[in-house]
């Protein structure tokens, strides 16, 4: 019973733990330095936890830090000042 308890509380802090995260797709990006420059972009910023960015499916996926998140109105003007459109339509 101890266990089953243990292993609930465990699922249970992590589900409250879990860290929000957002998918932007991202309009222009063509090539490697791309996505790095992106990646580098977006890992400035306090609120982000981590940048994944796919150049194949043109999105960057955004994890943030607890109770942190960026605007949308951010994210576009970091993709702009980047050269790249934003796109919030991506799932």
Do not use: R, W
């Not at 308890?5 to 991202?26: H, K, P, Q, Y």
């Not at 090539?31 to 796919?54: D, L």
Request: charged letters at 30%; hydrophobic letters at 40%; aromatic letters at 10%.
């Amino acid at each position: 019973m101890k266990s089953l308890i243990f292993v609930l509380s465990l699922l249970f802090s992590m589900n409250a733990f879990a860290a929000e995260t957002e998918t932007v797709g991202v309009k222009g990006m063509v090539c490697s330095f791309c996505a790095q420059g992106i990646t580098k972009k977006f890992q400035e910023q306090p609120e982000v936890s981590k940048v994944e960015v796919s150049l194949e499916k043109k999105f960057v996926k955004l994890t943030y830090n607890e109770g942190k998140k960026l605007t949308h109105e951010k994210i576009e003007t970091l993709l702009k000042d980047a050269g790249y459109e934003a796109s919030f339509d991506k799932k």
